[in-house]
């Protein structure tokens, strides 16, 4: 009977079984899986490829917007800068000389700028420190700016002009032809004018010349007055760094005010301007022998030994009565001849004030 019963109920586990089998987990490692990912630090994330720059898209994607937003950019500026007025506009504008004759210096810049050809001044750009170094160095009176620059020749003699007149965003804009052209168009100007002093503002501008007019080719220049002149002139040739921000060398004002000092030495010097008493610099001289000898000239003589004046002292305490208080002033301290010294003690000089036994 019992076998009976099992053989009745084996083939009602075998279809459990076969049920269960139908409905399994087609992924019976799974489970495993993930007990033993879990047990694992989580993966850290993947590093790009080699050959791809991390944080920029790859070569020619996205180009043609960089470009739209560049022009977009540009425009705008211009508009905002220009007043409406394309650069082209601009680039077609000149700039005149400030020039007349009887000037005590000339300065002489590379190029006009699109701000300066703008407006039509010279050196408007406010982070230019022309102005600003011109009133430090003592060269004008007050703190002038680019709307005053027509008021210089008369007021103070100094003109401005470029070697080159063309119009550019900047002085790499310009080619080596026309920097040389344009000194020699620098040379007719100052053989007409004669200014006392032609001011380079920048070192590339008088390497330029020199080369073309000097037929030297400058090396280690350095800032100052120069060696030649302008032929056929008195003019002479100073170099002072370029009074834009962007020169490296001298990049603050502070740092080029030295340069302009020097120029208002150099004309005061050519007119023959005479220092004022109150700004003269004092030369001081020193001769150690010589001071050695007044020394001993005008030294106090050492001091001697005075017997007599202790025997004046004595003689003047046992005469007189002591006054009120028991002082006892002495009277005979003239009679000691003159340029005569005593070594006696200091505590000897002190004078009695104590009460006598009498009192």
Same mark, same amino acid.
């Given at each position: *009977?019992?076998? #009976?019963?099992?053989?009745?109920?084996?083939?009602?586990?075998?279809?459990?079984?076969?049920?269960?089998?139908?409905?399994?987990?087609?992924?019976?490692?799974?489970? =495993?899986?993930?007990?033993? !990912?879990?047990?694992?630090?989580?993966?850290?994330?993947?590093?790009?490829?080699?050959?791809?720059?991390? @944080?920029?898209?790859?070569?020619?994607?996205?180009?043609?917007?960089?470009?739209?937003?560049?022009?977009?950019?540009?425009?705008?500026?211009?508009?905002?800068?220009?007043?409406?007025?394309?650069?082209?506009?601009?680039? #077609?504008?000149?700039?005149?000389?400030?020039?007349?004759?009887?000037?005590?210096?000339?300065?002489?810049?590379?190029?006009?700028?699109?701000?300066? #050809?703008?407006? @039509?001044?010279?050196?408007?750009?406010?982070?230019?420190?022309?102005?600003?170094?011109?009133?430090?160095?003592?060269?004008?009176?007050?703190?002038?700016?680019?709307?005053?620059?027509?008021?210089?020749?008369?007021?103070?003699?100094?003109?401005?002009?470029?070697?080159?007149?063309?119009?550019?965003?900047?002085?790499?804009?310009?080619?080596?032809?026309?920097?040389?052209?344009? @000194?020699? =168009?620098?040379?007719?100007?100052?053989? *007409?004018?004669?200014?006392? &002093? +032609?001011?380079?503002?920048?070192?590339?501008?008088?390497?330029?010349?020199?080369?073309?007019?000097? @037929?030297?080719?400058?090396?280690?220049?350095?800032?100052? !007055?120069?060696?030649?002149?302008?032929?056929?002139?008195?003019?002479?040739?100073?170099? *002072?760094?370029?009074?834009?921000?962007?020169? +490296?060398?001298?990049?603050?004002?502070?740092?080029?005010?030295?340069?302009? &000092?020097?120029?208002?030495?150099?004309?005061?010097?050519?007119?023959?301007?005479?220092?004022?008493?109150?700004? =003269?610099?004092?030369?001081?001289?020193?001769?150690?022998?010589?001071?050695?000898?007044?020394?001993?000239?005008?030294?106090?003589?050492?001091?001697?030994?005075?017997?007599?004046?202790?025997?004046?002292? +004595?003689?003047?305490?046992?005469?007189?009565?002591?006054?009120?208080?028991?002082?006892?002033?002495?009277?005979?301290?003239?009679?000691?001849?003159?340029?005569?010294?005593?070594?006696?003690?200091? #505590?000897?000089?002190?004078?009695?004030?104590?009460?006598?036994?009498?009192?």
């Amino acid at each position: *009977m019992l076998n #009976a019963v099992q053989y009745t109920e084996r083939p009602v586990e075998d279809k459990i079984m076969t049920d269960l089998s139908v409905h399994q987990d087609p992924y019976p490692d799974q489970p =495993q899986q993930h007990h033993q !990912l879990s047990a694992q630090p989580p993966a850290l994330p993947t590093t790009p490829a080699k050959g791809k720059k991390r @944080g920029r898209p790859p070569k020619g994607e996205g180009k043609e917007r960089t470009e739209a937003e560049e022009s977009a950019k540009k425009a705008k500026r211009t508009l905002d800068r220009f007043n409406g007025m394309s650069v082209e506009e601009v680039m #077609a504008k000149k700039l005149p000389d400030i020039i007349t004759h009887n000037l005590d210096m000339l300065i002489i810049g590379i190029n006009p700028g699109l701000l300066s #050809a703008y407006k @039509g001044r010279h050196y408007p750009n406010p982070g230019n420190h022309f102005w600003k170094c011109l009133f430090l160095s003592g060269l004008t009176d007050e703190q002038l700016n680019h709307m005053h620059d027509q008021t210089l020749p008369e007021r103070y003699g100094i003109g401005f002009t470029n070697m080159v007149e063309r119009t550019t965003p900047g002085s790499k804009d310009l080619s080596n032809k026309e920097i040389r052209e344009g @000194g020699h =168009q620098l040379l007719e100007k100052l053989q *007409m004018y004669r200014p006392l &002093i +032609a001011v380079f503002n920048g070192k590339c501008i008088y390497e330029t010349f020199c080369k073309e007019i000097f @037929g030297v080719k400058a090396k280690n220049l350095e800032f100052g !007055l120069q060696p030649y002149k302008v032929p056929e002139t008195e003019t002479v040739c100073y170099l *002072m760094p370029s009074s834009s921000p962007r020169c +490296a060398q001298f990049p603050r004002a502070q740092d080029k005010v030295h340069f302009f &000092i020097k120029l208002k030495e150099l004309r005061d010097q050519m007119k023959g301007v005479v220092k004022t008493q109150e700004i =003269q610099e004092t030369s001081y001289t020193f001769d150690l022998p010589l001071a050695k000898e007044d020394a001993k000239r005008q030294s106090i003589k050492e001091e001697q030994h005075d017997p007599g004046y202790e025997e004046t002292c +004595a003689h003047g305490s046992q005469q007189h009565t002591p006054q009120a208080f028991g002082v006892h002033p002495s009277t005979d301290t003239d009679q000691v001849p003159d340029n005569r010294w005593t070594m006696q003690p200091f #505590a000897d000089q002190i004078p009695d004030i104590r009460c006598s036994n009498s009192n």
